[in-house]
């Protein structure tokens, strides 16, 4: 059985769902405005995205878990996207923990790993999100 691969990350759910719905406004106003994508799919319930569909990404707004999925060309061989849900349990100062589907062997699995973790820095980092820890151990002098 093959498990799906996983990365932990600092950044809390929160702050990945407040990029990645700032993400779906962007893609949604860019798929309408062009209309050259094709489809566009968008579901929205209160002022939250729940679903944006288009021919170039797929973003789906869950409870506690957000997926960010890229749509493949023809041959499916540059398809990529991830999954983030926050992370209960408390064994490191972690937020979430994000999957991502990978190839059939380990240099696949390091290329998408790689793929996923730069797109992260990159969308947090243009969003100017910093790290919130989750907890912080300081010892304490009596």
Do not use: C
Request: aromatic fraction near 12%; avoid cysteine; charged fraction near 25%.
């Amino acid at each position: 059985m093959k498990t799906i691969p996983t990365i932990r990350s600092y950044f809390t759910f929160e702050q990945f769902e407040e990029v990645l719905q700032k993400l779906a406004h962007q893609q949604a106003l860019d798929a309408v405005k062009s209309l050259a994508q094709g489809d566009v799919r968008i579901q929205i319930y209160g002022r939250r995205f729940s679903v944006l569909e288009t021919n170039r990404v797929t973003i789906r707004f869950y409870a506690k878990h957000v997926s960010y999925y890229e749509q493949p060309t023809k041959s499916y061989k540059d398809w990529w996207g991830f999954d983030v849900e926050e992370k209960l349990f408390l064994t490191s100062n972690h937020s979430t923990k994000i999957s991502f589907m990978a190839g059939n062997n380990s240099r696949e699995t390091a290329a998408k790993q790689k793929k996923v973790g730069e797109f992260i820095d990159k969308l947090m980092s243009e969003s100017g999100m910093q790290i919130i820890p989750r907890f912080s151990l300081q010892s304490k002098k009596a």
